[in-house]
């Protein structure tokens, strides 16, 4: 991986160009508070990559790349309330789709489905077939691939990667049909003009991990900002009421590719899990980011002090506390693909931080006739012991969070007989010793009603650590899952936490795997420079938590498990990043009804074109999918 890296500061404040000084200096989000902000325009170099941008000089001989402004409107528009797509008469010509290739420096591709080499046709290759079957998943195979994506489902399941594909066709399905490989500003603003003056639907992909189809989209031209990795250390960073550590990042940087260069400048960054390849500052920041530091230091999205973002009008601007502060606001937690396109950020950086790891696991199998051992010293005595156990876990998950630490657990249906409950708790900035006194309460109790754990044994964590996978292994799955949060509110009151544990237990009987991450990212934890879109649910959880909906159960009772889940969290809100798509009520569930207005009020002043568009985010609703075009509703 190739990184850019600058001398400290090497780009001052001062050298950034401003069109527009904002008619306040402060910015609060409330709907009247919307009508007040003027856009200013702030074109910052902060990487080689950013220096390169797309000039008005440039756009004379070819003005579909054309700038816009708040008065333009798409004349295909006018013709037609969908969105372009291919065959039909707006779609653009392949001579126009050429001319822009070249403005792109050859950075347009019109890649095929990975899985296309698997079928008849000219691109069958048996030896690429196998490889994908066998060995794709020891390589960085899909990450690198520019239309993959790791969930399967929302592309359509037009193609899948099979020695015996009986005689059916791979399609391009939901993917689009061409791919931007940005590495400069310029590519993304060149992708962006050329999109909204065609009225083509526009998608961004980073990394691909992306589990409500926000990353694909049929008849469409994608931004890949997957090789933007620039990367720079700050020791001394000054902005309103901050002064301290800071990194430059660029919105390519995988979660892995971070915990080295933690330790190099003796350092850290919130991230996800070091063995992970999310991409930290794209769709991870956007939708909120949860982490094993989420009780310490808050949010992913409670990091960023500055945004480099190009918008929906073309123009590279920067957002921040001190400026288009309506647009720094929407894009720390109010959802991915909506409101630009980030190309670097500017976050928190704090001192060198140890993670304190330890296990907890016990599980029940129930009496059968076979007189085979017990696989496990840690069995439950019978199937009331277990769960009895399980409650005391999640309750006992409120002093965790109390203390800055998180717990990653799961708890599963194994077999007909057998039950299984794994975890880990996470406690940043701990001693052993710390670690032992903060957890060995709940391990006492546990063995007093008959669970036979282990005495706390801390380690080093293995999630806040650098990874030997550097990046392989990932490959499309095709689950889908829920992602309730559940208020603390239910930890106060006994007959309500005893309904939760109950609806919990239910679905896990009835054979899905719940996944609770204990945490609590309040405000007082995320510190500056706060006032963000994050879903302000996240503010008041003690525990958010997936409920994997796997192939073998998919379509049959899963929101029926839900939807007891939702009755006992009636405040919870869901985390938009890890959700169902059919989650009800999304518009409050993922981003709070208060914020939900503000966020669409904010999309409207920046993309009144509505050239970003993604399932569920705020203002989609003015667009709605029909066969294979987009219709403007309303």
């Known amino acids: 991986m190739q990184f850019y890296k600058l001398p400290t500061c090497a780009i001052s404040r001062s050298e950034c160009a401003i069109d527009e000084v904002p008619p306040n200096s402060s910015f609060r989000a409330t709907p009247s508070a919307l009508s007040r902000i003027s856009i200013l325009s702030v074109r910052c170099v902060n990487f080689p990559y950013e220096s390169i941008q797309l000039t008005s000089q440039e756009i004379t001989t070819f003005p579909a790349i054309a700038f816009a402004n708040e008065t333009r409107v798409i004349s295909k528009r006018n013709l037609s309330p969908c969105k372009a797509f291919p065959g039909a008469p707006d779609w653009p010509l392949d001579s126009e789709w050429n001319t822009l290739n070249q403005s792109l420096s050859g950075a347009l591709l019109k890649p095929a489905p990975a899985a296309s080499v698997c079928y008849n046709g000219t691109l069958k290759d048996t030896a690429a077939c196998t490889f994908l079957l066998r060995n794709a998943s020891s390589t960085r195979f899909y990450l690198d691939d520019p239309l993959a994506v790791l969930t399967e489902w929302p592309q359509g399941d037009t193609y899948y990667v099979t020695t015996n594909p009986q005689g059916a066709t791979c399609t391009q399905g939901g993917f689009p049909v061409y791919v931007v490989n940005a590495t400069t500003v310029k590519q993304i603003q060149l992708a962006v003009n050329f999109a909204r003056n065609n009225n083509v639907r526009l998608i961004i992909k980073n990394t691909g991990h992306d589990f409500l189809g926000r990353s694909t989209g049929a008849g469409s031209i994608s931004v890949w900002t997957h ?28 979660a ?5 260069l933690m330790d190099q400048y003796d350092m850290a960054v919130v991230a996800p899990a070091g063995s992970t390849t999310v991409g930290v500052y794209g769709g991870w920041m956007a939708g909120g980011g949860h982490s094993v530091l989420s009780s310490y230091y808050g949010m992913g999205a409670d990091q960023a002090l500055e945004l480099s973002v190009v918008t929906a009008d073309g123009k590279f601007v920067t957002a921040s506390p001190e400026i288009n502060q309506d647009l720094f606001y929407a894009l720390r937690g109010g959802g991915g693909s909506t409101y630009g396109i980030v190309v670097s950020a500017v976050v928190k950086a704090y001192p060198r931080l140890v993670v304190g790891m330890a296990p907890l696991n016990f599980n029940v199998r129930l009496a059968t006739n ?60 701990m001693s ?44 499309p799955g095709n ?19 005893n309904a939760t544990m109950t609806a919990i237990q239910e679905s896990v009987e009835a054979g899905y795997t719940f996944h609770g991450i204990h945490m609590a990212p309040t405000e007082a934890s995320a510190g500056y420079p706060g006032q963000n879109a994050v879903n302000p649910a996240f503010r008041n959880t003690l525990m958010h938590a997936d409920s994997f909906d796997f192939a073998t159960l998919r379509g049959k009772t899963h929101n029926f498990y839900m939807e007891k889940i939702r009755r006992v969290t009636p405040e919870g809100g869901a985390y938009m990043n890890e959700a169902d798509m059919l989650e009800p009520n999304w518009q409050e569930s993922f981003f709070g009804s208060e914020n939900y207005e503000v966020l669409v009020g904010i999309k409207r002043i920046w993309d009144p074109w509505g050239v970003f568009w993604a399932p569920a985010t705020p203002g989609s609703e003015g667009w709605r999918a029909e066969s294979e075009r987009e219709v403007v509703s309303g």
């Open 227 to 254: 090789y933007l990795k620039g990367f720079e250390y700050m020791a001394q960073y000054t902005q309103g009421k901050y002064s301290g550590r800071a990194v430059r990042v660029g919105a390519g940087i995988e």
């Open 256 to 260: 892995w590719e971070l915990y080295p």
């Open 370 to 429: 076979t007189t085979q051992p017990p696989t496990s010293t840690t069995l439950a005595k019978d199937l009331a012991t277990f769960w009895a156990g399980v409650n005391k876990f999640f309750f006992y998950g409120k002093h965790i969070t109390s203390v800055g630490g998180t717990a990653f657990s799961y708890v599963s249906q194994q077999s007909n007989t057998s039950y299984s409950f794994t975890n880990t708790f996470e406690m940043p900035g």
């Open 432 to 475: 052993a010793a710390q670690v032992i006194a903060a957890i060995q309460p709940l391990c006492d109790d546990l063995n007093s009603i008959g669970i036979p754990v282990a005495p706390v044994a801390p380690v080093a964590s293995l999630l806040w650590a650098r990874s030997a996978r550097q990046g392989r292994g990932d490959t």
């Open 479 to 497: 689950s889908r899952f829920a992602s309730p949060l559940f208020p603390r509110k239910n930890w106060d009151n006994d007959t309500i936490f």
